[in-house]
T-cell receptor, first 112, second 112 residues
């Protein structure tokens, strides 16, 4: 059974710092890995999708990498801003069309 | 990618009553899922909503408590039956596509 963990559980940084969020999964046979953002009391916003054949994806200040063999993904946020404060969730899809398995999330706070 | 809407967005219910949540997708999708997010927790899969057949439930979730309908490829409902305060959560509908997982905005349920 797939299990997803995320480190750290919470992170508080001053504005402008570059930071890395980590995600690990136990079964390397995945189809997709997706990073989401969730603001308090809100739904999920998709940030980046990495297909199993890809090594990384970039969108603006965000870069996500995937190492399937080691069961790891990292989300890199450059020049963090207070607006980046949210919970970041990593989720893996075992096969096409299957459900996602979510990690517990990293709660990020960027201080002005 | 597909857009998912849910109704209601939130509700406050009395113990012992039932609530039906509707999920509408703006395009046909093969797989639809229902997740629960308890306060301060990540997302947990309740069941896969199968079109034309009974839903497939995850361990710990049963049909009598969470009956699901999927009459076509764009619509599904989740009923939370005989509610207790422990059912207070956000319930999210989801579909998977080539572009990754797409989630509805969620239904925030409070049971008194």
């Amino acid at each position: 059974k797939q299990e997803v963990t995320q480190i750290p559980a919470a992170l508080s940084v001053p504005e402008g710092e570059n930071l890395v969020l980590n995600c690990s999964f136990t079964d390397s046979a995945i189809y997709n890995l997706q990073w989401f953002r969730q603001d308090p009391g809100k739904g999920l916003t998709s940030l980046l999708l990495i297909q199993s054949s890809q090594r990384e994806q970039t969108s603006g200040r965000l870069n996500a990498s995937l190492d399937k063999s080691s069961g790891r993904s990292t989300l890199y946020i450059a020049a963090s801003q207070p607006g980046d404060s949210a919970t970041y969730l990593c989720a893996v899809e075992g096969d096409y069309g299957q459900n996602f398995v979510f990690g517990p999330g990293t709660r990020l706070s960027v201080l002005p | 990618s597909a857009v998912i809407s849910q109704k209601p967005s939130r509700d406050i219910c009395q113990r012992g009553t039932s609530l039906t949540i509707q999920c509408q997708v703006d395009s046909q999708v093969t797989m639809m899922f229902w997740y629960r997010q308890q306060p301060g927790q990540s997302l947990t899969l309740i069941a896969t909503a199968n079109q034309g057949s009974e839903a497939t439930y995850e361990s710990g979730f049963v049909i009598d408590k969470f009956p699901i309908s999927r009459p076509n490829l764009t619509f599904s409902t989740l009923t939370v039956s005989n509610m207790s305060p422990e059912d207070s959560s956000i319930y999210l509908c989801s579909a998977t596509q080539l572009a990754g997982g797409v989630f509805g905005p969620g239904t925030r349920l409070t049971v008194l």
